[in-house]
């Protein structure tokens, strides 16, 4: 007989949430695989990282994503600099290689 959970039949469907020691970030397993994100949102730390390496201020940041506060910035900043290799991984793994940016865009 296989083993069938006849109390919860959807248990593959329950995403684990995984609190971190910064306020504001959480691991879903939900979203985006369990990439660290802003607690409520589907902002990944990688986003708020790749725009501070942009040049864009954290106090900046806000204004281009207005469902952020400038704490959770700062919380993703200080998440970031404590995790940097974990962080940097993501960012390199949703890196578009340079030979599939189409050159009308590339050097926007």
Same mark, same amino acid.
């Given at each position: 007989?296989?083993? /069938?959970?006849?109390?919860? &039949?959807?248990?593959?469907?329950?995403?684990?949430?995984?609190?971190?020691?910064?306020?504001?970030?959480?691991? #879903?397993?939900?979203?985006? =695989?369990?990439?660290?994100?802003?607690?409520?949102?589907?902002? =990944?730390?990688?986003?708020? /990282?790749?725009?501070?390496?942009?040049? @864009?201020?954290?106090?900046?940041? &806000?204004?281009?994503? &207005?469902?952020? =506060?400038?704490?959770? /910035?700062?919380?993703?900043?200080?998440?970031?600099? #404590?995790?940097?290799?974990?962080?940097?991984?993501?960012? #390199?793994?949703?890196? @578009? &290689?340079? #030979?599939?940016?189409?050159?009308?865009?590339?050097?926007?």
């Amino acid at each position: 007989m296989a083993n /069938v959970n006849l109390l919860c &039949p959807y248990t593959h469907l329950i995403s684990m949430v995984q609190a971190t020691e910064h306020y504001y970030i959480i691991k #879903d397993s939900s979203i985006l =695989s369990g990439e660290p994100v802003i607690k409520g949102t589907r902002t =990944s730390v990688r986003s708020i /990282v790749e725009n501070w390496r942009l040049g @864009i201020s954290p106090e900046e940041i &806000p204004r281009h994503l &207005p469902h952020l =506060s400038l704490a959770q /910035v700062f919380d993703a900043l200080s998440y970031y600099l #404590d995790h940097q290799a974990e962080i940097n991984n993501y960012i #390199d793994r949703n890196r @578009i &290689p340079d #030979d599939l940016i189409d050159p009308l865009v590339k050097n926007l």
